[in-house]
């Protein structure tokens, strides 16, 4: 079983930034894919960023140019530096990971474990 714990959500104003964490205590196979997905009010859970063991990564394209996803191997740990942000992001944003391989790393269904999410809340 793969825990996920993320970190670092809260309250800012629109323009603002906050940078996620999401830990991976204990994990002892690397994934291929890890992710961040958010879930708004009344909206459907979509992917936001997610990454590859390569290395490459993808972005929404509402987040491209503002957010960055990164990966420390050797912390078993993940990024999402968020800038320049808006209402529209608002949610509750979940780390995942998926150990899949040939599926976009920001799809739901390409995922196996999700951590429990931390809310993110943009004032205008």
């Known amino acids: 079983q793969v825990q996920l714990v993320e970190s670092g959500g809260g309250s800012v104003q629109a323009g603002g930034s906050l940078r996620l964490s999401c830990a991976a205590p204990g994990t002892t196979v690397s994934p291929n894919c890890m992710a961040w997905f958010r879930q708004g009010p009344g909206k459907a859970r979509e992917g936001v960023a997610g990454t590859d063991r390569s290395g490459f990564s993808i972005y929404a394209a509402s987040v491209k140019g503002r957010f960055t996803i990164s990966r420390d191997k050797a912390k078993n740990t993940l990024y999402l530096q968020m800038n320049m942000l808006k209402p529209e992001d608002t949610g509750m944003y979940y780390c995942?990971?998926?150990?899949?391989?040939?599926?976009?790393?920001?799809?739901?269904?390409?995922?196996?474990?999700w951590g429990k999410g931390t809310l993110v809340n943009i004032s205008s």
């Open positions: 995942a990971s998926g150990f899949k391989y040939a599926v976009s790393c920001v799809s739901v269904s390409g995922m196996d474990y």
